[in-house]
């Protein structure tokens, strides 16, 4: 088995390319995504990295620094949003960028490890022409690179416990969005503030900043199992941010909501919130006696 080794990784991908088919045609738009993963390539190369693959509209490369990868990444931006591939035809060009430094484990031509993950939840969070990183990258960047990183948010990230600070790369500082002076992000293991509990026929889960997603259906490897016809393998899930939270429903029949003011809800393939105290029913409206209801109540 291949050893672990530290690496930046990073995650680009063109920004709204389902509409750049709709305005440009399959073979133009297909040409127009080409240039830009060609335009990732050369820069990741040029800069010390490795393409890992690409993905339809993506690419995920891996360089030795944390430097080289911002380098290659500034690169890309500036090329794709403010070179000739800018605009095609009167549609703008825009890519988002993630990254994240850590262990992978080599495979062949991969690379795996919850430092993929990461890399890739950051460019999931970043917008049109923005790059997003982690404070494991800005640890590890130079003086010059972490006086250009400001911290923009936190968030639950799959396999870390608590919330993570997000930054982001000012790559181009004459567009910088101010952020208020009165923000304040504290410790990124900041105290949970507020907990909701599920219960169903004697089995509890807690849903909470230091686990903050508790999956629901038939299948076994749910945290909460409840089978029946009309529940589907992961029905639904209920999650935390920002000391507020979700309910997302994932199945065929949806979910019922019935609120302990009696207010009854229904969600199905969407989410809504979830606050105070009551019963959830998959796939029908179940009432606080029933053996199939699931009892929630948040505590602050």
Sequence with gaps: MA????????FADVVGSTELYEALGDIK???????????????TEQNSGRVIKTIGDEVMSTFPTADDALNAAREMQIN????????????????RVGCDFGPVVPDERDVFGSTVHTANRMTSQAKASQIVTTSDMVEHL???????????????????????????????????????????????QRKPTTRMRLRYQG?????????PLVRIGRSEDNELVVKG???SR???????????????????????????????????RDSIQLSGEGVIGLGRVVQPGSAQAIHFIQED
């Design 229 to 231: 016809n009309l529940i």
């Design 142 to 188: 130079s003086a010059e690179w972490r006086a250009s990183v400001r911290q923009i948010d936190l968030a639950h990230v799959k396999g870390k416990s608590g919330e993570i600070a997000l930054y982001e790369v000012l790559w181009q500082k004459d567009d910088i969005t101010s952020m208020l002076p009165t923000i304040s992000w504290g410790d990124e």
């Design 234 to 268: 992961l029905h639904c899930r209920v999650e935390i941010s920002r000391d507020r939270f979700s309910l997302v429903d994932q199945s065929t029949n949806g979910t019922f909501v019935v609120t302990r003011q009696g207010e009854e809800l229904f969600v199905r």
């Design 80 to 95: 794709i949003s403010r070179g000739p591939l800018a605009s095609s035809e009167g549609v703008p060009l825009a890519i």
């Design 29 to 43: 738009a297909r040409d127009t995504i080409a240039h830009c993963l060609d335009a990732m390539k050369t820069a």
């Design 203 to 211: 089995d509890e889960v807690t849903v909470e900043a230091g686990h």
């Design 3 to 10: 050893n672990e080794t530290e690496v930046a990784v990073l």
